[in-house]
Every structure is written in structure tokens, then in C-alpha cells.
């Protein structure tokens, strides 16, 4: 089975793989410019996410991790970096559960994926049970500085007369195909906590102080749970440092890789 | 000849919390909270409706049930119980549940088991129907909405085999529903099994029902749209070769008031449309917004502002030119039915929407015996109609 995945590349030099959370990576995300001159940046489009086909019976999250498991085998060398997004996070934490032979680093940025708190705490805000507004409020510290051409969570929020179809049609793709990954349970796998103990390379889990999607004192317990793992906040952002922040995000993921090397 | 039969659908809707709770909510399902469901009167509620559905017994209108979840619009909380109900309080005539959500049920041979009980009941007057469901439904049943068409049509199937599988237990494994030990008791009173009906006016979805020789059911579709889904019906079976669908196969669910007068059905007929101005808001994110609503490359169109598929124009006037309403006297009424009938190329199963909005329970009774007693004979032994041009289209 061949599998197509739209994928945004940047720089050159070892491979950093990016795993994104709600929406695909944007060639105009600020983070990437910075990010690129630590190594090649690879962002592929999830499985019916942006450009990227949904393979027929593809349609969960273990599909996703088997899948970029395959991609780690087929990159060049063996020093990856790996970075997964909110929803990609949750990705990333699957994948590197798995050991990959080649994968020698993890960044976590405000990833989902485990239950945390008790029966009747809601760890995660509904993604597609809240109202934009109320997810906008969440997810970012300050809307306003939301890059233009990027969506995160409350995306819906943005829609106005200047977005086109083409971006509309991609969003709802989006947005059906993240639904179909993670409807229930909602946004996390309850047999993942137990095993981020096999977590066996260098992780970051860096976390936007303002999230109220999945809140730091959640970072600080997932953290917990990897061996070894440094948690990191990023001032001035909420579940989408990359895109609030993207000089600090950079920054952070930068001395991290360099720490490593 | 053709005699057309009338059904009489009622939600058990809500009217009670006041305006400015409903007008400060998001939504009116799904999200209002159940305190300002009391249920003493929601006891009193089922109590006229119970009263209701023995009249309509005693007049020979037949019953149809449905579900939908948490909100003003509908206290038909479980379809199972209540047509369970409605089974054990009646003789004479059918009752159809259309439907219990089947995409929001984690076990279709329980939903079987239900239907199967319920046919024994009522002694074999079950027809058993489909909906698609979404939105609000996928919240508060917890249904993933992605792909709910594809798991509607395994949960039918293995609704299907489970009523009519006599030597089991058989095996299921499915894309979405495995059950290794299926052996449904009681088996069904009808045999092979009780009819089938679907909600839908998705052309391919109506051609499929074609194919199965189910009740196509259209709701308020208007005359352009009902027509269209019946032709890709029959075309359907046509082009598989099958034989003609009677009327029967045909059903149409409008809103519907008969009074003594047009005069005054028109004046008790405009407290309907509460259906479509108040029970049906519902935040973004349970409608437009919500996966699968509606195909990506629709979204623009959905988007945009302004954009809806609703009627505009409320009017019981409006409504009735539209033919989603039937509304008069008993003549008006039974006109405006045959007319319908005429310009969609026929249908045998009128589904009235009486009882909805700030209908009162005794102007509901008024327009059951008025429905039954005057426009009711008035359909019977009706020409047949010529829908030769469905044979010259599908060669």
C-alpha cells in the first residue's frame, strides 16, 4: 500500500520531522524560518489533511502511527528529531512509545493524547462540542497575533468574506478528518499514560502558558510521566506556541536539539 | 384504484421555557439544561398524547414515533419505549418508529430485540424506519458524525438479519459493529420481518431504497425535491430490473390542521411553524460546524453568510404553496393532498405534523376526527397515475 502525504520541507541537514495538530503546517508559519537552520524541516500533511488523500479504511489514530513510523524508517540518516502539535503531540507520543531505531529526539508542544484527571475532570476542551468563540478564547492568549494564513483551534471564529473557497474547503477537510481520528474518546488513548514509560530518547515537553485547551498543570503531569523529560512553558501563548511565539517556540526547540547533538 | 392512508407524527414538543431562556441560549437542544424541563408537565404532556393515539386508533389514523434528545423540540426521549407503549395502549391500527437513532446506538441487535419485542406487542402492526440523524443528535448520543451513512446501512443490516435469522446464532463482524452471538427472542410477529421505512431525500440514498423495496419518507421536501427523490426511487428499480413500487412505497410528512373553516385552521395552523422558528436553534458547532456535516468542498456555500436551506417565508401561506404544509377545511385539505399527490407522481402515506409548537392538546383532537372522519374518504379509491415517463427516463 503506497500512502500519499503532501509535505512541506524547509532547510536542509538532519531531519526534523513535524507532526501537526489541527491544521496542516503553513508555508507562511513564522516558526519554520528559524527552525530550518537546525536541520531540514519536513511537514507532511496528515492522511485526508490538506493536500494529502485519506487512504480508504484509514481512520485511526493507529493508522497514524504505524504510518509515521514508516516515514522515521524512510528518512535519511538516523539522528530524527521529532516534534508533534497539540493533536500531532499525540501522534509523536504514540510514535516514540514504539521506539523507532532512528528517532533521537522528541519535542511535545501542548500535546493531547492522555487522561490525566479524574472520571468527572474534563482535561481536554471539546474540540468540536464548543463554540468557536469559546475555543478561541482557549486556545490563544492573544488572537489578534495569530499569524495570517494560519488557523488553530476556533478557526471557525476567522471565517470571513476574504477567506477563499479553496481555504474553506481544506478547513472543513481538516477538520472532518480530525473528527474521524479522535471523536471518541475525545482526544486522547486510554492505554497510552501507562506506556509513555517506554519513552527512551530526550524529550522536551514545552507547554504556552496561557493554554486553556489542555492546561500546563496537564503538560507538567504528562511530562511526568516520560523519563527523563524537561518541561518547558512559553510566555505570551496558548495551545498554539508555534504560532504565537514562534521566535521563543524556535528558540526553545533550537537549544534543545543543540543540547542533544 | 389507490387509497391513501393518513399517519399522525406528533414530537411531544416542549413549548414551556420561557422566551428570554431560549433567546439568551446558544442552542434549545442538546446544551439547554434539564431544569427547565418540568416534569410535571411533561407527565401532563404524555397523558394528551397517550389520549391522542387512542383516539386516533378508535378514527383509524395510524402512528408514527420518533426520537430526538435533549431539547425543547421533542420528549420522544427513547423510540423503543415509547412505541412500546403506544403498542400495548392500541388494536387496530400501525405504528412506526422512525426512528430510534441507529447511528447513535453502540449495538444494532439490541435496537432488533426492541422492534422485535414491540412486533410481538402490538401483534404484528410494527413498521420499523430509518434516519440518518446528525447534528445535535451526534452530541448528545456521543456518535462520532463522520461516516453515519455507512454505519447506518451496516446497523440496517444487521438489524435486518437479526429479525429474520431463525436458525442462529450467527456471527458479525463488521466495519463498525462486531457481535459473535446474535439469536434475537423474541423472534418478530411478521414474517419475514416488519416493514422497512427511511427518512432521506439524498438521490443515491433514495435509489438504494429503490433497491430494498423500503418506504421512501420525505419530510416537508416540498414538491420539486419529493419528486425528484421518488423518480431516482423508481428509476432505481427500473434500471435493477424490479417491479413497479406501489404507492405504499411513497410517504410524505408535512405540517397538517384541519378545522371546521379555513378561516380558523389557518389561524391555528400558523402556531405550527414553532417547529422551524424556535425548536431548531442550535449553536455553530452542532450544525454547520460540525464534521460531516456537510461535504468540504459544500462548506463555502454553507458558510457564507446568510446561507440556509430554511424556508424564509413562514406563512401558513407560504407553507401550504410550498406543500409543506396541509391546511383547511376538510375539502382544502383533501385537495391540496391530491394535488400533492398529483405533482410528485404519487404517494400513498401522508405523515401529518398536527400536534407541534402551541397546538393545544383539544385543537390536536378537533383536527384528528376532522382528518379522519371528512378527508380521510376522500382519498380512497383514488385514479391511478401515470408515471410512464420514469420507465422512458431510467432506459
Known amino acids: ?261 | 384504484m389507490v387509497s391513501m392512508e393518513l399517519w399522525n407524527h406528533c414530537e411531544n414538543p416542549y413549548p414551556f421555557v420561557p422566551a428570554e431562556v431560549l433567546d439568551a441560549a446558544d442552542s434549545v437542544r442538546a446544551s439547554l439544561p434539564n431544569k427547565y424541563c418540568d416534569p410535571q408537565t411533561a407527565a401532563r404532556l404524555y397523558d394528551e398524547i397517550w389520549e391522542e393515539y387512542r383516539l386516533c386508533d378508535d378514527i383509524g389514523l395510524h402512528i408514527v414515533t420518533n426520537e430526538h434528545h435533549s431539547g425543547i423540540n421533542n420528549l420522544w426521549a427513547a423510540s423503543p419505549v415509547i412505541t412500546g407503549i403506544v403498542a400495548s395502549m392500541t388494536s387496530k391500527v400501525r405504528i412506526l418508529t422512525l426512528g430510534t437513532l441507529v447511528t447513535v446506538r453502540p449495538d444494532p441487535v439490541r435496537v432488533a430485540t426492541e422492534y422485535a419485542t414491540i412486533d410481538v406487542i402490538s401483534k404484528g402492526r410494527l413498521d420499523i424506519g430509518f434516519v440518518k440523524s446528525g447534528a445535535t443528535e451526534m452530541v448528545s448520543g456521543n456518535a462520532n458524525p463522520m461516516h453515519i451513512r455507512e454505519r447506518e446501512w451496516e446497523a440496517i443490516d444487521l438489524i435486518e438479519k437479526s429479525l429474520t435469522t431463525h436458525d442462529g446464532p450467527f456471527s458479525w463482524e463488521g466495519k463498525f459493529f462486531t457481535h459473535p452471538h446474535v439469536n434475537v427472542w423474541p423472534r418478530p410477529y411478521q414474517s419475514p420481518r416488519p416493514d422497512f421505512w427511511a427518512a432521506t431525500s439524498d438521490l443515491p440514498t433514495c435509489a438504494e431504497l429503490g433497491r430494498r423495496g423500503f418506504v421512501n419518507t420525505l419530510l416537508f421536501g416540498g414538491y420539486e425535491r419529493t419528486r425528484k427523490a421518488y423518480d431516482a426511487y423508481k428509476q432505481a428499480r427500473v434500471v435493477a430490473g424490479l417491479p413497479k413500487a406501489g404507492e405504499d412505497r411513497f410517504s410524505y410528512m408535512a405540517f397538517c390542521y384541519v378545522g371546521d373553516t379555513d378561516e380558523e385552521a389557518m389561524r391555528i395552523g400558523q402556531k405550527i411553524p414553532w417547529f422551524l422558528t424556535v425548536s431548531i436553534k442550535s449553536s455553530p458547532q452542532f450544525s454547520k460546524f460540525q464534521p460531516g456535516a456537510v461535504a468540504p468542498e459544500m462548506a463555502p456555500a454553507a458558510w457564507r453568510g446568510g446561507a440556509s436551506k430554511r424556508p424564509t417565508d413562514l406563512s401558513v401561506a407560504s407553507l401550504i404553496a410550498q406543500g409543506q404544509m396541509f391546511c383547511g377545511n376538510p375539502d382544502t385539505v383533501a385537495k391540496q393532498i391530491k394535488e400533492f399527490r398529483q405533482r410528485v407522481g404519487g404517494v400513498g402515506r401522508i405523515i401529518m405534523m398536527t400536534r407541534q409548537g402551541l397546538v393545544t392538546h383539544a385543537q390536536a383532537m378537533k383536527s384528528f376526527n376532522l382528518a379522519a372522519k371528512e378527508v380521510l374518504p376522500q382519498l380512497q379509491d383514488l385514479p391511478a397515475i401515470d408515471d410512464s415517463s420514469i420507465a422512458v427516463a431510467a432506459e
Open chain 1, 1 to 261: 500500500m503506497r500512502i500519499e502525504l503532501e509535505t512541506l520541507r524547509r532547510g536542509s541537514g538532519r531531519p526534523i520531522l513535524v507532526l501537526h495538530g489541527v491544521n496542516p503546517v503553513s508555508p507562511t508559519a513564522p516558526f519554520l524560518d528559524p527552525l530550518a537552520k537546525h536541520g531540514e524541516v519536513i511537514a507532511p500533511s496528515h492522511p485526508g489533511f490538506g493536500a494529502s488523500p485519506m487512504p480508504a479504511d484509514f481512520e485511526t489514530i493507529y493508522d497514524l502511527v504505524n504510518l509515521y513510523q514508516d516515514v522515521i524508517d524512510d528518512l535519511p540518516g538516523d539522528d530524527v528529531t521529532l516534534i508533534g502539535l497539540g493533536f500531532g503531540g499525540w501522534i509523536a507520543a504514540e510514535v516514540a512509545v514504539t521506539r523507532p531505531a532512528k528517532l533521537s529526539r522528541l519535542v511535545l508542544a501542548d500535546p493531547v493524547g492522555i487522561k490525566i484527571g479524574g472520571r468527572e475532570d474534563r482535561d481536554i476542551a471539546h474540540f468540536f462540542n464548543s463554540h468557536p468563540a469559546d475555543l478561541t478564547k482557549r486556545a490563544w492568549h492573544d488572537p489578534s497575533k495569530r499569524p495570517a494564513g494560519c488557523y488553530g483551534l476556533g478557526w471557525q471564529a476567522g471565517i470571513d468574506d476574504t477567506m477563499t473557497d479553496a481555504e474553506m474547503v481544506s478547513l472543513a477537510r481538516n477538520w472532518d478528518s480530525l473528527c474521524l481520528y479522535s471523536w471518541t474518546p475525545h482526544m486522547y488513548n486510554p492505554r497510552l499514560k501507562p506506556w509513555l514509560r517506554r519513552i527512551a530518547v530526550p524529550t522536551l515537553v514545552l507547554w504556552g502558558e496561557s493554554d486553556g485547551i489542555v492546561t500546563p498543570d496537564y503538560g507538567r503531569a504528562y511530562a511526568g510521566l516520560i523519563p527523563g523529560a524537561t518541561f518547558e512553558t512559553i510566555h505570551a501563548a496558548g495551545h498554539h506556541p508555534e504560532l504565537e511565539q514562534p521566535a521563543a517556540f524556535a528558540d526553545r526547540v533550537a537549544r534543545f536539539i543543540g543540547a542533544g547533538a
